[in-house]
């Protein structure tokens, strides 16, 4: 569901062909699709593009997750994306 959403937005810029059958994104597959990216805020569209990528899988995982599970996880998620954020500035 998540590589099918991938190929059907704009994410496919970074992430298509990088996700594995367990949800693993490819990173050196990503740094390369950014590195032949124009334009000088290709690192603030690919934190958005996580952000984005992430709230899906979420979302996705949230229908099957009991509702505890689904926060930690969303919390999780979240500060992980903040650290990220923080190394790109």
Request: with cysteine; proline share 1%; aromatic share 4%.
């Amino acid at each position: 569901t998540l590589d099918a959403w991938i190929r059907d937005t704009a994410l496919c810029r970074y992430f298509e062909d990088t996700l594995s059958a367990e949800g693993v994104i490819d990173a050196e597959r990503v740094v390369e699709k950014l590195a032949q990216a124009q334009g000088e805020r290709s690192l603030d569209g690919l934190h958005q593009a996580l952000h984005e990528l992430a709230a899906f899988a979420l979302l996705s995982a949230g229908s099957v997750l009991p509702r505890e599970a689904e926060r930690a996880l969303s919390r999780a998620v979240s500060r992980r994306l903040s650290r990220l954020r923080g190394t790109a500035d």
